[in-house]
């Protein structure tokens, strides 16, 4: 722990935000400030202190489609899935498209603690967590279920003809298309900066 506190209680774009705990999770788990800490203290007596990760983060755009009940039901059951793979609680938020940007732009980030709970604290790493190999699997299993979900959630809302929602490659799916490169907030603002 650093001593450093931050507020983001002031950042716009935030839609939707809910933490969602298991249900062998602590009622402390709850509360944003006492998770995050507590995820940190547990690197913090680790012996791989210099290689600690307290959490994981994950970010997937949503359908423009999806009404936005229907983005808050795909992201509830995301969380679902996380704590049906071990997360102890998922801090979900979503965020509506920036006012310089694309218009829809709806997208989620997702953190979830690193470390399994045994229903008071924060103990071992999921094998999804240290492993390599199952952690491809987590990942891969993690993406189709997205898609799968927003592709459901379109069929509900009946806007199944409208879109469909894809995890493969071009590749996977050989398509010669090439992907394009995630360029991040700094450089997307740079370039919106010189036109």
Request: net charge positive.
């Amino acid at each position: 722990l650093t001593g450093e506190s931050w507020d983001y209680g002031k950042k716009g774009g935030v839609a939707f935000s809910n933490i969602f705990t298991a249900a062998h999770a602590p009622a402390w788990m709850q509360d944003r400030g006492k998770l995050w800490n507590a995820a940190e203290k547990a690197e913090e007596s680790s012996r791989h202190k210099n290689r600690a990760q307290p959490a994981k983060e994950i970010m997937f755009g949503f359908a423009d489609e999806i009404s936005e009940a229907g983005k808050q039901a795909v992201l509830a059951d995301v969380a679902a899935f996380l704590i049906d793979q071990g997360a102890a609680a998922v801090d979900a938020n979503i965020h509506s498209p920036g006012k310089a940007g694309d218009h829809r732009n709806w997208h989620a980030h997702v953190m979830f603690p690193t470390r399994l709970c045994d229903g008071e604290k924060f103990i071992k790493k999921a094998a999804w967590q240290v492993q390599r190999a199952e952690g491809a699997k987590f990942a891969k299993a993690l993406r189709k279920f997205i898609a799968d979900r927003q592709n459901q959630q379109l069929v509900t809302e009946g806007k199944a003809d409208a879109v469909r929602v894809e995890f493969k490659s071009f590749k996977a799916r050989g398509e010669a298309k090439t992907p394009t490169q995630h360029m991040g907030v700094s450089k997307t603002n740079a370039i919106r900066k010189e036109k």
